[in-house]
């Protein structure tokens, strides 16, 4: 139970420090409307990934109905697929893309009911969390499931508490300071890249059966 939770810990991480749509949009609000604001953002992905998971849930069980080692394979296409995520955040780095919000035009919603409105549809439009509870996400809440329901419980409770924290204090430090010194966001992605690497190559080692 412990080793499920630190995995979604693990892989919340990971998605708060890369940046994606609904992390640069809960920046953006966070500079211009203040960190209170930008807690609605940062709770969104507890309502807009509902059906993502479920679907997830669902096709990945029809999956391995059919061929049982259908997770293994999926396993191992998800430790790809954060390889070339790790590959993609390191030229990022490498291209000195950092998170920008002073720059952004506008901010169209501000009231909380919009706030919600539009994080759910930059979520449900991105191909982060179809992508990631396909590939990753997915087989490993199974994996807790098929223990017990309070093995996938703390698997979720390990992403989504890490990432509503992880969110709320970049909304809070965004939203108070205005920015973040380049050298510590630097430090912090190419963290984010190593423990990428290293969760991939876990999770290679496990649909490849060298790993448990």
Do not use: C
């Not at 499920?4 to 998605?15: C, K």
């Not at 396909?134 to 409770?157: D, K």
């Not at 204090?169 to 423990?195: D, H, K, P």
């Amino acid at each position: 139970m412990i080793g499920l939770f630190l995995a979604g810990f693990r892989l919340a991480l990971t998605a708060v420090s890369i940046p994606g749509p609904i992390t640069v949009y809960l920046l953006t609000v966070a500079v211009r409307a203040g960190w209170r604001r930008a807690l609605w953002v940062a709770i969104s992905p507890l309502i807009s990934d509902i059906p993502v998971i479920l679907m997830a849930l669902f096709l990945l069980q029809q999956l391995q109905t059919v061929v049982p080692s259908m997770i293994r394979v999926i396993q191992i296409i998800g430790g790809l697929v954060l390889l070339w995520i790790a590959w993609g955040t390191w030229k990022q780095i490498q291209a000195g893309v950092m998170f920008k919000t002073k720059n952004d035009d506008e901010v169209v919603a501000l009231e909380p009911r919009e706030i919600i409105t539009r994080s759910f549809l930059i979520n449900l439009a991105s191909p982060g969390p179809y992508i990631f509870w396909g590939t990753v996400n997915g087989p490993l809440l199974i994996e807790g499931l098929q223990q017990s329901v309070w093995h996938g419980l703390a698997f979720l409770v390990g992403f989504y508490g890490t990432f509503f924290v992880g969110l709320g204090l970049l909304g809070f430090v965004f939203g108070t300071a205005g920015r973040v010194n380049e050298r510590v966001t630097r430090v912090i992605m190419y963290v984010a890249v190593i423990s990428i690497v290293v969760f991939a190559l876990q999770f290679i080692g496990k649909g490849l059966g060298v790993l448990g």
